[in-house]
């Protein structure tokens, strides 16, 4: 599987790109061309990288045509979004708390570092691997006071001790 392993991560650089909508906010305003020129310069950039990286880098070359293409069509989504609404950047999203779901992610990702978890497990690894890393990211978040893990704690607690009671 290690050849798969930088496609993977190129492919998790798609993830981060994908946690920033600003489409849904230019659609709610009903200014959809923006939408449909982010697209279309998205595909011309994803094209002309994969012409250009397909051929050397092969499928690796076309995850990071894909990731790049859609970095653009982000870029260009969020300057709509600004001169649509009118506000500045940093009113766009909520960039303090993406910043600590970032970090939160990166630092639990150390646990997956080592191959000992396939080395040593098998497949059975990769299950604990992946449990040892939610639980990580999970108190990460809490640590971090990101607004969301708060409040889904919130919800949480009361749920369990009303299981306590009964």
């Known amino acids: 599987y290690l050849p798969a392993v930088i496609v993977m991560q190129l492919f998790a650089l798609a993830f981060v790109r994908e946690c920033v909508d600003f489409g849904v906010p230019l659609r709610a305003i009903n200014r959809t061309q923006p939408i449909l020129i982010a697209n279309a310069l998205g595909i011309g950039v994803n094209l002309a990288l ?14 990071g045509a894909y990731v790049v293409s859609r970095v653009v069509d982000g870029v260009y989504l969020a300057v709509a979004l600004k001169h649509a609404y009118q506000v500045s950047y940093a009113a766009l999203a909520p960039w303090k708390d993406l910043a600590k779901v970032a970090a939160a992610a990166s630092l639990a990702a150390v646990v997956l570092y080592s191959k000992s978890w396939t ?6 690894g990769v299950i604990f ?16 006071r990101v607004p ?7 919800w949480i607690r009361p749920a369990t001790l ?5």
């Open 50 to 63: 994969l012409l250009v990286l397909l051929p050397e880098k092969g499928l690796a070359g076309a995850v």
């Open 148 to 154: 969301e893990a708060m409040q889904l704690l919130q």
């Open 162 to 166: 009303l299981r306590r009671l009964r």
């Open 119 to 124: 080395d040593e497990l098998g497949l059975i």
């Open 129 to 144: 691997g992946g449990i040892v890393y939610v639980i990580a990211f999970a108190a990460l978040l809490l640590l971090f």
